[in-house]
């Protein structure tokens, strides 16, 4: 299937996942479906990109976790603490390939980053079970950090003009924003059509980092 294909099924399926929603078409086994499919669809889509390129399997692998994430997280109560460790191994496998891929801390995306992670804790912490704010926080701090070496990586690379480093720190930018508007909405308060935020940004957030991937036709 071309790798086109790959992404308009993946957004077909993405849309039908959010229209699922109570405040859409209330239909929660269509959910079930499309929501791990969709992240199927842009695992599939990343696994024909950067052959021989040294990000390239713990991208896949956070790709991966980010899926087993997805699973949990049907179960909004059960699957809460089990869907935040895949997603924040996730993001420690997408540090791991933004590393490999030249990124080294920057001081400027460090503090952006850590100013808006301790903003979000700060705000959201009177709401947030003491048996989970040890994990909130792990979280936040593996989100942050990736999203700055995300940063950091385009930052330094700015000036060879490939699109990849500048797809890679949109994704960690539009991650930090999905899951700050996921966590207003669980430990604060509810967000109107809150699954349109969060899935359509969560998920241009994965397509943009699997884009740091080079195209095959480029290797």
């Known amino acids: ?17 959010i229209l699922a929603a109570p405040w859409a078409w209330a239909l929660p086994p269509l959910a079930w479906v499309c929501k791990p499919l969709t992240t199927a669809l842009l695992i599939a889509w990343a696994a024909r990109r950067g052959h021989g390129d040294p990000m390239r399997r713990p991208l896949l692998l956070g790709l991966a976790l980010s899926w087993v994430g997805d699973v949990a997280l049907l179960w909004p109560q059960q699957g809460f603490l089990p869907g935040l460790v895949s997603f924040l191994a996730a993001h ?56 700055a070496l995300a940063a950091a990586r385009w930052w330094r690379q700015r000036s060879a003009g490939a699109a990849g480093p500048a797809w890679g720190a ?14 207003v909405d669980r430990f604060a308060a509810p967000v109107p059509m809150a699954s349109l935020w969060i899935l359509a940004s969560y998920w241009c957030a994965q397509a943009c980092i699997a884009a740091a991937l080079p195209p095959r036709a480029a290797r």
């Open 1 to 17: 299937m071309p790798s086109v294909a790959l992404l308009l099924l993946a957004a077909l399926s993405g849309a039908l996942t």
């Open 170 to 183: 949109a994704g960690g930018a539009l991650f930090m924003l999905s899951d700050a508007t996921l966590a």
């Open 92 to 147: 420690l496998a997408y540090g791991v390939a933004l590393w490999r891929g030249g990124a080294r801390p920057w001081w400027p995306a460090i503090a952006l980053y850590g100013a808006v992670a301790l903003g979000v804790l700060q705000h959201l912490w009177p709401g947030i079970a003491p048996a989970l704010q040890g994990p909130v926080v792990a979280y936040v701090l593996a989100l942050a950090g990736m999203a």
